[in-house]
Structure formats: structure tokens, C-alpha cells
Antibody
Framework: QVQLVQSGTEVKKPGASVKVSCKVSGYTFNTYGIGWVRQAPGQGLQWMGW????????SYAQEFQDRVTMTTDTSTSTAYMELRSLASDDTAVYYC?????????WGQGTLVTVSS | QSVLTQPPSVSGAPGQRVTISCTGSSSNIGAGYDVHWYQQLPGTAPKLLIYANNNRPSGVPDRFSGSKSGTSASLAITGLQAEDEADYYC????????????FGTGTKVVVL
């Protein structure tokens, strides 16, 4: 069965960076894209970006354009999302999801807390 | 900032029918892009509920149905059950935002 397993909880100080991993199984990694979505406490879903695991094509949401990097490692079927210059309002659960036009399978989420 | 607008909450008694609207514009739903719906139970990751406007993934009860018309879409839940109490989000694509997936603002379904 399709599974996306994310790395664990992170606590970071303002100004730091965080890198979240998303290891997939149950399908051929390079036949789908991976999307990243975050959810701040009590808030809705916010799309951050998308990367093709086939050819590395990338699309970032404008609000994250300058400080996010998404990558994939086809040898380990793992996607990564790095967010830099963290601020308190980056505290959120970060999800990866298998992406086509929709997001049909999701990781369990990674809580990132930004606090001094 | 969400470009798809949903009502903050809808409620209904068990067995009733509720609908959730998702209002977009000419650069997303109105441009012909498909609408997808997700259910998020408390403390869990979202789950794909309806894809491509009106299709249910395997395992999703037929109590859930979707439709799309013009610049809007709707999710209907018939025979409402206590386990349907959750947050629901619509999602589409927006051509004005350089290749952007967009989510709705989210709707809390309350089972009375």
C-alpha cells in the first residue's frame, strides 16, 4: 500500500532552518509529484509547493519562494522540504502528499515549533 | 490567503443532508480546473474524499458526492453520521498564481 512517512517533530529558534523528509513506499517514486502543505494551529491548509519526482520540475507558492527548497532523492524514494529564516508564524504541521491534480495520499505530518 | 471560499461551518442532525459550497473565480474553478475535496478528522492528516469534481476514491461511502458549476463547487453529505464531524477542504488549481494549487478556507461540519 502507498505510504508516506515523515520525519519527526522539530523545535527551532527564530532565524534557523528546518528540513523535513518524506519517505515513500508502495509505488514507483518517480511516477508522481510530491506536494507540501502546512497547517498552522487552528488554521486551514496552505499549499507550499510541488516537485516532480520524475524530472525535478518545481513550483513554489509565492509566499515561500525566497526561503523554501524542495528536493528529491530517487535512490531512497525520499522527498525533502527545507524552510529557512524561520519565524514564530512558521509554527505548523507540515505535510507531504503524493500529487497529481489532487493529493491522494498524505504523510502523517511533522510538527515544527519555532520558539525562542 | 485562500482564493477558494467556503462557509466556516455547517451543521445537521444525524440522517440529514448537508452541503458545503466552494466559491472560486475565473482563474481557478471557472477556468475549468477540477475540484477535489478532503476530509480532516481531528488530529489527523487530510484524506482525499472526492477527486475530479464528483469521483470517490475506493472506500469512500456513496453518502459523499461532489458537483461543480461555473465558478463554484459543492460537496454533499447525505445520511449524516456522527463520524462525519470533521473539517472539509476543497482544492483546485489557479492559473493566475504561476502554477499554484489552491485550497479552500475550510468548513467544520457539526453533527447535532
Amino acid at each position: 500500500q502507498v505510504q508516506l512517512v515523515q520525519s519527526g517533530t522539530e523545535v527551532k529558534k527564530p532565524g534557523a532552518s528546518v528540513k523535513v523528509s518524506c519517505k515513500v513506499s508502495g509505488y514507483t517514486f518517480n511516477t508522481y509529484g510530491i506536494g507540501w502543505v502546512r497547517q498552522a494551529p487552528g488554521q486551514g491548509l496552505q499549499w507550499m509547493g510541488w516537485i516532480s519526482a520524475h524530472n525535478g520540475a518545481i513550483s513554489y507558492a509565492q509566499e515561500f519562494q525566497d526561503r523554501v527548497t524542495m528536493t528529491t532523492d530517487t535512490s531512497t524514494s525520499t522527498a525533502y522540504m527545507e524552510l529557512r529564516s524561520l519565524a514564530s508564524d512558521d509554527t505548523a504541521v507540515y505535510y507531504c502528499a503524493r500529487a497529481t491534480a489532487d493529493f491522494d495520499h498524505w504523510g502523517q505530518g511533522t510538527l515544527v515549533t519555532v520558539s525562542s | 490567503q485562500s482564493v477558494l471560499t467556503q462557509p466556516p461551518s455547517v451543521s445537521g442532525a444525524p440522517g440529514q443532508r448537508v452541503t458545503i459550497s466552494c466559491t472560486g473565480s475565473s482563474s481557478n474553478i471557472g477556468a475549468g480546473y477540477d475540484v477535489h475535496w478532503y476530509q480532516q478528522l481531528p488530529g489527523t492528516a487530510p484524506k482525499l474524499l472526492i477527486y475530479a469534481n464528483n469521483n470517490r476514491p475506493s472506500g469512500v461511502p456513496d453518502r459523499f458526492s461532489g458537483s461543480k458549476s461555473g465558478t463554484s463547487a459543492s460537496l454533499a453529505i447525505t445520511g449524516l453520521q456522527a463520524e462525519d464531524e470533521a473539517d472539509y477542504y476543497c482544492q483546485s488549481y489557479d492559473s493566475s498564481l504561476s502554477g499554484s494549487y489552491v485550497f479552500g478556507t475550510g468548513t467544520k461540519v457539526v453533527v447535532l
